[in-house]
């Protein structure tokens, strides 16, 4: 099999100017499609919703893992794509769409990754990816 060397993620079209022209450097997500990630490997941002593909990227200079979305904002600042209050609504609607639970007492909690980013750059043209990018992401490999 191929050689993992980066991610790709879907990014809705609204937030990806934050990456190019306002200098946010910090991707948070849940965490899925992680456990090949490396520092040193590749984001390329998907562009969903509206004119979809390959809009830019950058290298990965640190992955952080946590339960708590929000502590990425004591960590990183306002570097965090996102606001606190988008990430705030973004748990409340997660927790809102879990299916019902045979044990709810056990609540299942997935845990959120932060991807401190360098070297982004915007590409001049949109590039339509060979594959489907799902809502989870997918390695990129060579």
């Known amino acids: 099999m191929s050689e993992i060397t980066g991610v790709t ?11 190019f022209k306002d200098g946010k450097t910090v991707f948070i997500k849940p965490a899925t499609v992680f456990k ?3 520092s040193g490997m590749k984001l390329v ?3 969903s919703h509206e004119d979809t593909g390959y809009v830019g990227e950058a290298t990965i200079k640190r992955i952080v893992i946590n339960d708590n979305p ?3 904002f004591e960590t990183f600042g306002d570097a965090v794509f996102l ?3 988008e990430a705030k609504a973004y748990v409340e609607n997660q ?12 609540p299942r909690k997935r845990p959120w990754m932060a ?6 750059r915007e590409y001049d043209t949109v590039k339509k990816p060979e594959r489907f990018v799902p809502v989870g992401g ?5």
């Open 83 to 85: 606001t606190k209050e």
């Open 36 to 38: 090949e990630l490396r």
């Open 9 to 19: 993620f879907p990014v809705p079209k609204k937030y990806i100017p934050r990456f």
């Open 138 to 142: 997918r390695y990129l490999r060579e």
């Open 70 to 72: 929000l502590a990425f």
């Open 45 to 47: 941002f998907y562009q």
């Open 115 to 120: 991807l401190e980013l360098e070297g982004i």
């Open 95 to 106: 927790e809102r769409w879990q299916g019902v639970r045979v044990r709810k007492e056990v």
